[in-house]
T-cell receptor, first 111, second 112 residues
Framework: KQEVTQIPAALSVPEGENLVLNCSFT??????LQWFRQDPGKGLTSLLL?????REQTSGRLNASLDKSSGRSTLYIAASQPGDSATYLC??????????FGQGTTLQVKP | GAGVSQSPRYKVAKRGQDVALRCDPI?????LFWYQQALGQGPEFLTY????????KSGLPSDRFFAERPEGSVSTLKIQRTQQEDSAVYLC??????????FGPGTRLTVT
């Protein structure tokens, strides 16, 4: 059974810092991996999707990497801003369509 | 364009009441998913439809939970005889293909 773990559960940084969020999964047979952002009381916004054949994806200040063999992904946020404050969720698709989510990392960026 | 919409956004039910949660997917989206998100947790899969066919209901926690999508568009998640442990945010997502699902804002259910 696929399990997804995110570390740390919460993170507080000063504005301008670069930071890394971690995600690990137990079954390397995945179809893709996504990073989502969730703001309080809101739905999920997909930030980056990495296919199983890819190593990384970039969008603006965000970079996500994928190492299937070790069952790990990282989300790198450069030059963090207060507007980046949210919960970040990692989810894997094991070729069934349904997503298995981690518990999330709640990020606070202080001005 | 319009995204996935869900109604009601908030629902308070007394223990034992039945509730019905609605999801309006993006027009033309074939796949529809329901997830349950408890406070402080990541979403957990409940069920999956491809058009009107319910292909996977392995995540439904008990036979009190029932979902339908009779015409392949709008979907309803029904919970009978609600219990306090059913309190959660219920998220609906739809997609045209396998890769990118769009999520709705969720329905926050509180069972008192």
């Amino acid at each position: 059974k696929q399990e997804v773990t995110q570390i740390p559960a919460a993170l507080s940084v000063p504005e301008g810092e670069n930071l890394v969020l971690n995600c690990s999964f137990t079954d390397s047979a995945i179809y893709n991996l996504q990073w989502f952002r969730q703001d309080p009381g809101k739905g999920l916004t997909s930030l980056l999707l990495i296919q199983s054949s890819q190593r990384e994806q970039t969008s603006g200040r965000l970079n996500a990497s994928l190492d299937k063999s070790s069952g790990r992904s990282t989300l790198y946020i450069a030059a963090s801003q207060p507007g980046d404050s949210a919960t970040y969720l990692c989810a894997v698709d094991g070729n069934t369509g349904k997503l298995i989510f981690g518990q999330g990392t709640t990020l606070q960026v202080k001005p | 364009g319009a995204g996935v919409s869900q109604s009601p956004r908030y629902k308070v039910a007394k223990r034992g009441q039945d509730v019905a949660l609605r999801c309006d997917p993006i027009s033309g989206h074939v796949s529809l998913f329901w997830y349950q998100q408890a406070l402080g947790q990541g979403p957990e899969f409940l069920t999956y439809f491809q058009n009107e066919a319910q292909l996977d209901k392995s995540g439904l926690p008990s036979d009190r939970f029932f979902a339908e999508r009779p015409e392949g568009s709008v979907s309803t998640l029904k919970i009978q005889r609600t219990q306090q442990e059913d309190s959660a945010v219920y998220l609906c997502a739809s997609s045209l293909d396998r890769d990118r699902a769009s999520f709705g804002p969720g329905t926050r259910l509180t069972v008192t």
